[in-house]
């Protein structure tokens, strides 16, 4: 019998294996989206906010086997095929071959880049609150290449098409 986890459960696994700040707020700020969307679409909030949350469950230990050893650690602790399809899918065309079909894929392979750029925009805004972050200022901020250069646009680009 695979094990459903919970959210506690699912941020115990991610703090294992993940002990920077950054990629432990890119976890929840993915996780935010994937849960508004969730509801939005009527799904289930719990189930897409904790794929959100352990998307890049390998990257800071393995960043050279990222998605592959996800796969092996959400195996072994028997998650649901699923999970870890859904999980696997954010790296389509990066380092898997899984594309995002299901719609809470599409959105997770969507969102993981473009929290990036809305996260450094609110960074270097003075108040660093996204509330008063306006898309007109994420748009400027998108056509400079050097901001947020981490970034990959064309995923952004690609995602809108999926």
């Given at each position: 019998m695979k094990n459903v986890p919970n959210r506690d459960e699912a941020l115990r696994l991610f703090k294992e294996y993940n002990k920077t700040d950054s990629l432990y707020r890119?976890?929840?700020?993915?996780?935010?989206v994937m849960r508004h969307f969730a509801?939005?679409?009527e799904e289930d909030e719990e189930k897409w906010g904790i794929i959100g949350l352990v998307h890049d469950?390998?990257?800071e230990m393995y960043p050279d086997e990222h998605c592959d050893k996800t796969e092996a650690i959400l195996k072994e602790a028997n998650w649901p095929a699923e999970y870890i399809r859904a999980v696997m899918s954010h790296g389509w065309e990066i380092c898997t071959t899984v594309e995002p079909v299901e719609t809470m894929e599409k959105v997770l392979y969507a969102c993981d880049e473009l929290t990036g750029l809305v996260t450094t925009a609110v960074l270097v805004r003075p108040d660093k609150s996204i509330h008063n972050l306006s898309v007109k200022s994420v748009k400027k901020r998108w056509k400079d290449k050097r901001f947020a250069a981490k970034v990959d646009r064309g995923i952004i680009t690609k995602s809108r098409n999926a």
């Open positions: 890119h976890g929840l700020a993915v996780e935010s509801v939005r679409f469950l390998d990257y």
